[in-house]
């Protein structure tokens, strides 16, 4: 049976407009300001105002019979609860390891680092940030998706963590997994179920590459606008693709 994925990619925020590299985790606070308030370093994930009207304006258009599930980062996690989707973390869709280099943009990584930055752009087996190689992110997204079909989406080690988010992007009990699919049985991504997960550009870009059948350096050649489904249909081996549909309009 079709399995249905629709992958979201987090609406904008300061890091995507200035290309950071995303933080696999919550930014450490570095301090507080004049008026109390904590202060993250450069690169921090917040959603800016328009991602976040634009988040909220689309948050009931998705299909309630949909398990869904969301990146580690915290951008991707603040979309997922903007959007008001119950979503379940899943370490498996976090965004490729990037080492010393998370939360800096490419140029200041390209400044300092250009031999590393040459390097982990023409060789795939890379990791000169002392993180995860592309081979690597794209093996880890491959494994998810011909898995996909197998059980409840998550890899066979338990990648889910149980934890949903909320409107603020904070975690709390999820409910995931548990909503009944289109025959009343529940959608937990068994084969012809629909799922929906947000989660990092350089996943959809992964996915896209294991969907197609093309080479790793195609994953170079996609690119994913903020707050866009990319869709996917079919089953292990056998994948229908298509890509980068706005979920928002531009007057949003």
Same mark, same amino acid.
Do not use: C, N
């Given at each position: 049976m079709t399995t249905r994925l629709m992958l979201i990619s987090p609406a904008m925020n300061?890091?995507?407009?200035?290309?950071?590299?995303?933080?696999?985790?919550?930014?450490?606070?570095?301090?507080?300001?004049?008026?109390?308030?904590?202060?993250?370093?450069?690169?921090?994930?917040?959603?800016?105002?328009?991602?976040?009207?634009?988040a909220e304006?689309?948050?009931?258009?998705?299909?309630?019979?949909?398990?869904?599930?969301?990146s580690l980062s915290p951008r991707c996690r603040r979309t997922a609860g903007a959007l008001g989707l119950d979503a379940r973390t899943l370490p498996a869709l976090a965004p490729c390891a990037m080492g010393r280099?998370?939360?800096?943009?490419?140029?200041?990584?390209?400044? @300092?680092? #250009? !031999? &590393?930055?040459?390097?982990?752009?023409?060789? =795939?087996?890379? /990791?000169p940030h002392g993180g995860e190689s592309l081979l690597e992110l794209l093996a880890r997204t491959a494994h998810w998706l011909d898995t996909l079909g197998d059980g409840d989406g998550t890899p066979a080690d338990g990648g889910a963590t149980g934890k949903s988010t909320d409107e603020n992007g904070t975690t709390g009990k999820s409910t995931a997994g548990k909503r009944t699919g289109e025959n009343g049985t529940p959608g937990n991504g068994t084969p012809g179920s629909r799922l929906i997960a947000v989660v990092e550009p350089d996943i959809v870009r992964a996915c896209a590459?294991?969907?197609?059948? @093309?080479? #790793? !350096? &195609?994953?170079?050649?996609?690119?994913?606008? =903020?707050?866009? /489904?990319?869709?996917?249909?079919?089953?292990?081996?056998r994948w229908n693709l298509l890509s980068g549909r706005p979920l928002h309009s531009a007057a949003s």
């Open positions: 300061a890091a995507l407009r200035e290309a950071r590299f995303p933080h696999t985790d919550e930014p450490a606070a570095t301090g507080t300001g004049p008026g109390g308030e904590t202060m993250t370093p450069p690169g921090g994930d917040e959603l800016d105002a328009l991602g976040l009207r634009q304006a689309v948050r009931e258009h998705f299909p309630a019979t949909a398990t869904a599930y969301v280099w998370q939360g800096r943009t490419l140029d200041e990584v390209a400044a @300092a680092e #250009p !031999a &590393a930055l040459a390097s982990w752009l023409s060789d =795939p087996a890379s /990791a590459v294991h969907a197609l059948g @093309a080479p #790793p !350096a &195609a994953f170079w050649r996609i690119d994913v606008r =903020p707050l866009t /489904a990319t869709e996917l249909s079919g089953r292990a081996g």
